[in-house]
């Protein structure tokens, strides 16, 4: 179970990373589903002593491909873009610690 949703995270973050990427905005539905599968992970991972390396590798990527490409956005987008980013690294942070 846990593996389902860590692909299904990893597909939907290289999904919502490229649309940023490709200065379509925020796909705030993708937002809301990355957001929902970070919460599924955190619960199955629950009492574990570690995280699965595909995880951890869009852990320590997610923050930096965000804010490198909030910078092509003007004034609202480019909070958003940030805000996104910083909320899901508190996500990632509470799996990494939980």
């Known amino acids: 179970m846990t593996n389902e949703l860590i692909e299904s995270f990893i ?7 490229l649309q940023v990427r490709q200065k379509e905005g925020v796909n705030e539905l993708l937002y809301e589903e990355l957001v929902e599968l970070l919460s599924e992970i955190n619960a199955s991972l629950e009492g574990k002593d ?11 990527d997610m923050y930096g491909a965000l804010a490198s490409s909030a910078e092509m956005y003007e004034d609202m987008t480019q909070q958003r873009v940030y805000e996104i980013a910083s909320r899901l690294c508190d996500h990632a942070r509470d799996i990494c610690t939980g």
Do not use: Q, Y
């Open 50 to 60: 570690s995280i699965p390396k595909n995880l951890a590798e869009i852990f320590v």
């Open 11 to 17: 597909e939907k973050w290289l999904e919502f990373d």
